[in-house]
């Protein structure tokens, strides 16, 4: 992502490619390009308007691109960003901060009275800078969960969920079939993604090691923080999980969604995952959601990553203020309710799963209560501009050693401290 950027950035002044904003335009406001998303942005961007006549305000779904990172990059460079972001990751802030081209949310008045409101303190250490500034709202989450085909795990003896590393490790033995005969496993326990990219890592190595760690970073004080038996732990398990077939190797991906097929019974996903089951599931498929597989010893609350995106105020907006006093529509209760409502997504505010007033969302949608109560031992990502890079190294290693069995887990995680801690100091 950084490389990208000082790409992007050398370019555009060679080409001189650098647009006047225009003085008298309406803020802008750039949200997501899912359906949910737009229907949100739309509502509320009607409300301020009917409300706030004085500060015109228009919504812009993010324009179509290879991915919504790519997009923000080119109009920061550009200088044609909007002056409202609301779905940007956690793991960009740092580097645009550290860019300068972020407002810092703490010096608008009235945002640290309300993000106290909202937020714990553990949140709001998170998403604090490490220039001591926060230029990021913590919006909505999605918690990554182990969802279970039911029927097929309670089959199974002496191992259902929740599960310790050892009972899941047991289900995958049970599971596991070749059912046509040929030598080949074709019914496999669980399936996640294979290839090496670094956002992969996001949905089974890190949400395992925040569950085995009680929530512990990968960066500290500027260096690798992972080399430790949670993370040895968490590759010796998922290295074991395909070195006896109990997940398959092949892309599943390509195919027909192999959780309804019942090809697998069980994936790590987000809420986002429920409305799809629910609308092509066959009529005695039956499921449930639970927290991360741990180590057979742990104690206490199980986190995981809850792939939060936030909203930012860049620095070409001429009204910060008044732009973030429409963000504060937007995640105020009945804004978080309607999020609620319109996507399936949760926002990143304290009590969501025992606060009365989301009380009659979670009657309605049962199937949701497991991630609202798991938005109590959530994490991001780690406040650093190269995190990408971080998860890159590690999902290098990952592959060695949990896909090809090529390097022992503790000298694959060992391996990539080392590189983590180089490319830190090269910082």
Known sequence: MRRLFLAFFSFLLLTGCNQEQA???PLTFWCSNNAGEIAFAKTFTEQWQRNRPDKPLRYQPIPEGQSSEEIILASVVGKT?????????????????????????????????????????AVIREITSSDGHIYQVPWKVNPIMLMCNTRAVDALRNAQPPYSYARYLDAGRQFKQDKNGDGYVDQWLGYTEVKAIWY?????????????????????????AFNNQYAVEVFRFLQNLYKENYFARERLSATRNPFL??????????????????????PNFEYNTYAMPVPDNHKGPTYTYGDPK???????????QAAWEFVKTLIDKPGDLK???????????????????????????????????QTRYIKGVDNCDVIVEVFDIISQEYEACVIFNKKTPEAAIADAAKAVDVLLMAE
């Open 23 to 25: 003085t008298n335009r």
């Open 261 to 282: 097929a019942q090809t697998i019974a069980t994936q790590f996903t987000g809420p986002w995952t429920v409305e799809y089951v629910d609308k092509f599931k066959d």
């Open 339 to 373: 999020l609620m409502e319109l996507t399936n997504q949760f926002p990143r505010r304290r009590n969501v799963d025992t606060d009365p007033y989301f009380a009659g969302f979670l009657t309605k949608n049962p199937r949701l209560r497991p991630f609202a109560q």
């Open 200 to 224: 992969e890592r996001l949905f089974n190595f890190y949400p395992l090691y925040l569950a085995a760690s009680n929530g512990a970073p990968l960066i500290a004080n500027n260096r690798a």
């Open 310 to 320: 936030n909203i930012v105020i860049f620095n070409t907006c001429r009204d910060p």
């Open 81 to 121: 960003t909007p002056d409202v972001y609301a779905n940007m990751w956690q793991g960009s802030v740092e580097m645009y901060a550290k860019a300068g081209v972020l407002i810092p949310l703490d010096t608008l008045k009235g945002f640290k009275e309300f993000i106290t409101l909202r937020c714990d303190s």
